[in-house]
């Protein structure tokens, strides 16, 4: 992750609008190169989703995500307690309870990720034959104008 | 007859009687600067405090309140499972009858009393401002008296404002007060609503003196942090400003703490709750420390027609970080040169890092953003716009 800022502004009368789309090109070219591919990514735009679906690169992002997420580990949580009284004894009952569970949540935790990975795989499949599909008939589209002389400027 | 001086203003719930929302404190503070001017007001609205509920909870009755003559009708009965059933079809994008519709506006809040009122006295008033567009109230009172009727619509691009019952509403009303450009564009687009039976007027805003370091310092905060003001659910945005921030923390290590002012539930992720600090509700001038202190008021609603909280946190001084499916935000932003709109994550991370980074930077957009504020919507030019919008669009 680069923490290194894009860009300096001082000079009066700077476009807001310039920075932004300096600063989208930016995070465009490291979306690109796999910067966000990340799970904890994935995770936080689950509310954002219904707002990307106008997105034309979006989908092929979220699924480069989303493979990084599918495969969960129920053991990478810390159990925690709000509560301020008994609140390291509660902690203690809960982790002795988790642990005492495993036995079967364990099995479904498994059967959960490879459902989880085969779904995943059929999205990707998906999209990358619908992208293949819809790239081959846009240059189709354009030979065929070329041909009825549209092409001509 | 009707009085050249006489106003009427109707909205579902009035604001500082244990209600806050941007709609209803924008025709309150417009109703109060009506009456400043000489003009006599009065505020109809209901009993109700709550817009989950719509219980009845304030006496009905009238009170003379900062210079406003203020009406209190109960709200009727409702079938809320009725208005809820229908609510849900229309928001999942569902087809809904015409039938359906008015039975959703029928079981969402009403008053038969502020109607029969009206029916009386209607004729007394120069004009009706009502607003939000989507309550039942607004409707019904708006159609029963559309020659007189301006909505304040606070009009947003959602599945309710495509229901045939508002191209309706907003076809046979006398005008509308809108309060940006882009929800003008945005009622053109739905409506095709012509230009002429309209005018941006927005609500002003008292310049203020806020020292940045005062929040932090009451309440133990160390580390630079973010600040969200407002009603926290869903529809408003603010899981995703948790998601985001957690995510932040995470992937770049940086200890930014979230601060959130208002009322509602907040639902973030266990592992970010001791690093969000919930003020719950605080007073004019401590929210307006808390915008001055942080690095960023970010506003993640797509669902705003004005914004008044981000004008308040541009006048703090603050830049605002808003999302760029909300058109408004995005155009104040861009207008005050003083704000950055993010897509998604990976745009989010990418700017707070930047405001965090760069000092410099922040402080001349949040000097632009004051100086826009103070000269766009400083509050005689806003009184002004109200008066030209009445004269034109309601003329004695």
């Not at chain 1, 609008?17 to 591919?37: F, P």
């Not at chain 2, 309150?28 to 600067?33: E, I």
């Not at chain 2, 929210?287 to 993640?300: D, L, Q, S, T």
Request: aromatic content about 10%; proline content about 5%; glycine content about 8%.
């Amino acid at each position: 992750m680069s923490a290194t800022p894009v860009l300096s502004v001082g000079a009066p009368g700077y476009a807001v609008d310039r920075l932004v789309a300096d600063l989208q090109a930016t995070v465009d070219r490291k979306v690109r190169d796999g910067v966000y591919a990340d799970a904890r990514v994935a995770r936080a735009e689950k509310t954002n989703l219904v707002h990307l679906r106008g997105s034309d690169d979006f989908l092929t992002f979220y699924l480069t995500c989303l493979r990084d997420a599918v495969f969960v580990d129920i053991s990478d949580f810390e159990i925690r307690e709000r509560r301020r009284f008994f609140g390291p004894l509660l902690v203690a009952f809960k982790q002795v309870v988790w642990k005492l569970l495993k036995f079967y949540t364990y099995r479904l935790w498994s059967q959960q990720n490879q459902v989880n990975g085969l779904v995943i795989t059929a999205l990707e499949g998906m999209e990358e034959q619908s992208a293949a599909r819809i790239a081959a008939l846009e240059k189709r589209l354009v030979e065929l104008e070329k041909a009825a002389g549209h092409g001509r400027s | 007859m009707a009085a050249p001086d006489r106003l009427a203003f109707v909205c579902p719930r009035f604001a500082g009687e244990g209600a806050v929302g941007g709609a209803e404190t924008l025709l309150k503070n417009l109703a109060l600067h009506a009456a400043a001017r000489g003009v006599a007001v009065d505020f109809l609205t209901t009993c109700a405090q709550s817009h989950y509920t719509w219980e009845n909870t304030l006496p009905p009755g009238v009170k003379e309140m900062d210079g406003l003559t203020v009406r209190f009708f109960p709200v009727d009965d409702r079938d809320v499972g009725t208005f809820l059933r229908i609510q849900q079809s229309i928001d999942r994008g569902r087809p809904v009858s015409e039938a359906e519709e008015l039975l959703w506006l029928r079981h969402g809040v009403n008053s038969a009393a502020l109607l029969a009122h009206l029916d009386r006295h209607a004729a007394a008033y120069r004009a009706i401002l009502l607003g939000p567009y989507l309550f039942g109230l607004t409707w019904f009172t708006a159609l029963a008296h559309p020659e007189r009727s301006l909505l304040v619509p606070c009009l947003h691009d959602e599945p309710f404002a495509k229901l045939a019952c508002m191209k309706r509403l907003f076809a046979e009303t006398a005008g509308c007060l809108f309060n940006a450009q882009a929800e003008r564009e945005l009622a053109g687009e739905l409506f095709a609503y012509p230009d002429a039976k309209s005018r941006i007027v927005g609500m002003g805003l008292d310049p203020f003196a806020a020292d940045p370091a005062a929040f932090a310092k009451r309440h133990g905060l160390t580390a630079p942090y973010v600040l969200y003001s407002g009603r926290r659910e869903p529809l408003k945005g603010t899981p995703l400003i948790c998601d985001y921030v957690h995510a932040f923390r995470e992937r770049t290590g940086r200890d930014v703490k979230l601060v959130f002012t208002g009322s509602g539930t907040i639902d973030a992720p266990a592992a970010l709750w001791p690093h969000i600090l919930d003020a719950g509700f605080v007073s004019e001038t401590e929210k307006h420390e808390a915008m001055a202190g942080a690095v960023a008021f970010i506003h993640p609603s797509v669902n705003e027609s004005f914004g008044i909280v981000l004008l308040e946190a541009f006048l703090a001084g603050t830049p605002g970080l808003v999302h760029a499916k909300s058109r408004v935000l995005v155009s104040q932003c861009r207008a005050a040169g003083a704000g950055l709109w993010f897509r998604h994550y990976p745009d989010f991370e990418t700017q707070l890092l930047y405001l965090l980074d760069n000092p410099e930077a922040r402080a001349a957009l949040g000097a632009r953003g004051r100086d826009f504020v103070a000269r766009e919507y400083a509050w005689p030019a806003i009184e002004r716009k109200f008066f030209d919008a009445l004269d034109a669009l309601r003329p004695v």
